[in-house]
DNA sequence: GTCGTAGTTCGACAGTCACCGTACTACGTC
DNA sequence: GACGTAGTACGGTGACTGTCGAACTACGAC
């Protein structure tokens, strides 16, 4: 059966696909916003097992998912491992303010 | 029975109790976001009848209500008009930089 | 009192969504 | 090859949510 040769570097919206409708879908949610704050929280990647979550890994499979679609988080693919990133040039141009308001909020 | 006096002037949420995810759920639906971009473009209060919205009456409550419950819209009482207006402050204290983040979008 | 207008409340219904477990693919190591 | 690990895909289920129409309350004008 074919290989998979270079090996498709995951479906992300361009900059200009995203919109704040979807941007705020994706960060609605109290374990994507969790996942986001902990990218937020350090200038490296996260690997999926990395992140801190109370849900099973299909579930954080999906909420990642959810947020790659969105175009809030970035997936790099290394080996068997998956790193993600938050978009915050895409985001902040897009949408100047609006991370960094979320990530103020204390509660 | 027992008469409305005083008529509790709706049920809004103190400042402290607003949080990110409420108004990141509220703003997360396109009916909603259209009524805090009418309400953000003018300085003025908005009866719900001079919002534009593609839904019924009923639905355009229900919308309000939400909105009014995360802390995004406040409501006034006069007579049978309900007078709303964006809690631009609150908002701004709270989450700095959110509210013109979603403005700001172009789509 | 009667009528009209402004909003709310109350089911009901259909669609979406978070969640899980299981099965699967892909890579690295032995 | 066999095995373990990282993550995805699939099917199902229960809960939530946006939508509506119809009935209702509250106020103002006639």
Redesign the pocket.
């Known amino acids: 059966m074919a290989k998979?040769d270079t090996?498709p570097p995951i479906a992300h919206p361009a900059r200009e696909e995203i919109t704040v409708e979807g941007v705020l879908?994706a960060l609605a949610?109290p374990?994507r916003l969790a996942i986001v704050r902990q990218l937020a929280g350090t200038e490296q990647e996260i690997?999926?097992?990395g992140l801190t979550v109370p849900?099973?890994?299909?579930?954080l499979?999906?909420?990642?998912?959810?947020l790659r679609q969105a175009g809030v988080v970035a997936?790099r693919q290394e080996?068997?491992?998956?790193f993600n990133s938050l978009r915050r040039n895409d985001l902040d141009a897009l949408f100047p303010g609006l991370l960094n308001g979320v990530l103020a909020a204390r509660r």
Do not use: E, F, N, W
Not at 61 to 66: E, N, P, Y
């Open positions: 998979t090996l879908r949610d374990v690997a999926c097992g849900v099973t890994k299909s579930t499979t999906h909420h990642l998912s959810i997936g080996g068997t491992t998956r």
